[in-house]
């Protein structure tokens, strides 16, 4: 059984980082793209960034919200997902989803609350 | 940016009976579509890819269909899960973009 298990919200001052983990089980990590979507208290889905699997060269996108702040990343070795997110906003508060995500979200984890406020 | 404008913004239905919903994108995005369900409290689902492909081990009542700019998500014979949300996102293009949903909601 495929599993996502996200780590690393919580609560964070305006213009602080925090690093969220994603650790997976249940398929060949290194071959899929992975992916963060978020979603703001009470509103939909938003699409944040996506890394391609390592045999495509791990190409990375991001949503124009968050370029230059945010910063995707995988290690294969330990099946695990990263977002560094830098220079946090109040408009950045949501559940941050890992998915399997390359042209769509095929699975997804619980979510994890980042909440950024003073 | 491709953007996705889902119809209704709720959509009442007793259950029983069938559901459509409507996901309509700013440009063609050919058959690079999926659709999610989310029910309250919980991570969003795949249900269907490539416009009208069920996810594994989604039920046969729902049904994709559309190309281009106009796509459908029907659901026949409503049952308590569906009552949801539903989103669309078109997969054509950078960035991913979604649809802002659809709550489907007991009549």
């Known amino acids: 059984e495929e599993q996502l298990l996200e780590s690393g919200g919580g609560l964070v001052q305006p213009g602080g980082s925090l690093r969220l983990c994603c650790a997976a089980s249940g398929f060949t990590f290194s071959s899929y793209a992975m992916g963060w979507v978020r979603q703001a208290p009470g509103k939909g889905l938003e699409w944040v960034s996506t890394?391609?699997?390592?045999?495509?060269?791990?190409?990375?996108y991001y949503a124009d919200s968050v370029k230059g702040r945010f910063t995707i990343s995988r290690d294969d070795s330990k099946n695990t997902l990263f977002m560094q997110m830098n220079s946090l906003r109040a408009e950045d508060t949501a559940v941050y989803y890992c998915?399997?995500?390359?042209?769509?979200?095929?699975?997804w984890g619980q979510g994890t609350l980042v909440t950024v406020s003073s | 940016e491709i953007v996705m404008t889902q119809s209704p913004g709720t959509l009442s239905v007793s259950p029983g009976e069938r559901a459509t919903l409507s996901c309509r994108a700013s440009?063609?995005?050919?058959?690079?579509l999926a659709w999610y369900r989310q029910k309250r409290g919980q991570a969003p689902r795949l249900l269907v890819y490539g416009a009208s492909t069920r996810a594994t081990g989604i039920p046969a009542r729902y049904s994709g269909s559309g190309s281009g700019t106009e796509f459908t998500l029907t659901i026949s014979s409503l049952q308590s899960e569906d009552f949801a949300v539903y989103y669309c996102q078109q997969y054509l293009n950078w960035p991913r973009t979604f649809g802002q949903g659809t709550k489907l909601e007991i009549k």
């Open positions: 440009q063609s995005v050919s058959s690079n």
């Open positions: 890394i391609s699997g390592s045999g495509s060269g791990g190409s990375t």
């Open positions: 998915a399997k995500f390359g042209a769509y979200g095929g699975s």
